[in-house]
């Protein structure tokens, strides 16, 4: 009798503080307000990008290196992957889920990674604002600085594991999520997901053959 | 004229914080003297590394069912799609991107080379403020008063202390700074839905609504009733490859961030107007 009070007294206390870490977890996404969860990451990538050392050519792969750390933390790459995906996900196997999420986060990672380290011109980001839309969402508002234009580019991000984390980036109004649902949709109304993960490896493939 | 082609090169710069083209107008002077454009260095080799994958996700299972419900992630509705041409469409587009990669994109770094940032950013100014007829006109014809009135100030200084639009003196003003516009945004303005997609040669992505846009824009166009027809192209292609000087890579980024480059094209078309017809 005793030892099944105990017992009971015992998983009360561990949902106790069960449920105090989940609580102290999401009141710190709430502290750190998303401009300032993105503002720290981004200044950062464009310092590396901006800095002298990484000049040489032979420096680029470290520069890679310390840009996809930073972005890999801000990206909630598996969020966006379901989401871009969108109600076709359910056909998908676990394992083709964990294979499809991670070559497109490759692919995310280089193309994004390439573009930027390949053309970056002293663009600037200006952050605008900030709507938190509840206690799930919330959007970042930035401007891309050009030579002789800006873009504005919006940040969708929701809180995981306590930290602000991007799910969407709309620039001008377009959507990468949609985007490339749009895509998916047209390629899986034709292609099971196999054929669809086999594309884009292989696309991953020769960029990186191209790259070299 | 290739509002086309630098919507649809939108989308790579996904994550971007380098985003893509064509702010028009107000922004166009701000040239800063700076370094050669990403004329694409060869970013460097080696496949990143393998993301750690989807474990720390809580349930993939749940995530299943209510994929969009669970936490009403994407905001941005789809945008149907009416694409009757398509066969047609994606040979344009393939003509469109050997265009590109074949001429306009080495004639642009070449004169992009020769031509100091200076001249070529008034050359933008000058040709956006020689199309004011059709963002005046397309802002009359929607009532919008206030940005017509805008468009005129903006084109009688700019023409006159701006030397003939070459300087745009509005460029960092923000409160002049309005949406552009057009006769493709003032028939959605009116309810005239978009019609099917089309692709037009050296063009670009167009709707059938956007198309009847640009042909009334072109009456609107004073480059249009430049002496002869030639000269009429030719300043037109020498628009083009002025504005493509300051956007070598935006089009490259957006085809090495797709799967399919000709859907990521159309998608970003259509959410791009979408999203200007409800500005």
């Known amino acids: ?212 | 004229m290739n509002v086309a082609w630098r919507l649809g090169l939108l989308l790579a710069l996904a994550l971007a914080p380098v985003g893509c083209a064509h702010q028009k107008g107000d922004r166009a002077s701000g040239y800063a003297p700076s370094s050669p454009v990403g004329v694409a260095v060869p970013a460097s080799d080696a496949p990143l590394e393998k993301p750690p994958v989807a474990a720390a996700r809580a349930d993939p299972a749940a995530a299943d069912l209510s994929l969009e419900e669970e936490f009403d992630l994407l905001d941005t509705p789809m945008v149907s799609v009416s694409d009757p041409l398509a066969p047609w469409n994606r040979a344009m587009f393939q003509f469109n991107d050997k265009l590109y990669f074949w001429l306009l994109k080495p004639v642009s770094q070449g004169y992009r080379a020769v031509v100091p940032g200076l001249a070529r950013s008034g050359i933008e100014n000058f040709f956006n403020n020689l199309r004011t007829p059709i963002r005046f006109v397309s802002n009359v014809l929607q009532l919008k008063g206030r940005e017509a009135t805008i468009e005129l100030g903006k084109f009688m200084i700019n023409s006159t202390w701006g030397v003939l639009g070459f300087g745009n003196l509005f460029a960092s003003n923000e409160e002049t700074t309005i949406p552009d516009t057009d006769l493709g945004l003032m028939l959605a303005h009116h309810g005239v839905g978009s019609g099917p997609y089309v692709v037009w040669p050296i063009l670009g992505p167009y709707t059938l609504r956007d198309t009847v846009g640009w042909i009334g824009g072109l009456a609107l166009d004073p480059v249009t009733y430049f002496n002869s027809t030639a000269v009429s192209l030719g300043s037109r292609s020498f628009y083009m490859i002025n504005y493509y000087s300051f956007r070598i890579g935006d089009y490259e980024g957006i085809k090495d961030a797709s799967i399919d480059p000709y859907l990521a094209t159309r998608d970003a078309y259509l959410q791009y107007r979408a999203e200007k017809a409800k500005e």
């Open chain 1, 1 to 212: 009798m005793l030892r099944k009070a105990g017992g009971a007294v015992a998983t009360r206390f561990i949902l106790a503080i069960l449920i105090m870490v989940l609580a102290a977890r999401q009141a710190s996404a709430q502290e750190i307000k998303p401009i300032d969860a993105l503002r720290g990451p981004l200044d950062s990538a464009l310092a590396i990008l901006q800095d002298p050392r990484y000049r040489s050519g032979s420096e680029r792969e470290a520069q890679k290196e310390r840009l996809w750390e930073i972005i890999r933390k801000v990206f909630d790459f598996e969020g966006i992957t379901m989401l871009a995906v969108g109600q076709n996900w359910k056909l998908f196997s676990p394992e083709q889920k964990k294979v499809f999420t991670d070559v497109f986060t490759t692919r995310l990672g280089n193309s994004y990674l390439n573009k930027i380290q390949g053309s970056f011109n002293n663009e600037r980001v200006e952050f605008l604002s900030q709507e938190v839309l509840s206690a799930s969402k919330a959007r970042v508002k930035t401007k891309i600085i050009r030579e002789v234009d800006s873009i504005p580019v919006d940040y969708s991000v929701r809180p995981i594991d306590g930290a602000w984390r991007i799910y969407d980036v709309v620039i001008e109004g377009v959507s990468l999520v949609a985007n490339y649902r749009s895509q998916f949709n047209d390629i899986l109304s034709k292609d099971s997901p196999d054929v669809l993960i086999e594309r884009v490896r292989s696309q991953n493939k020769a960029q990186e053959k191209e790259k070299k």
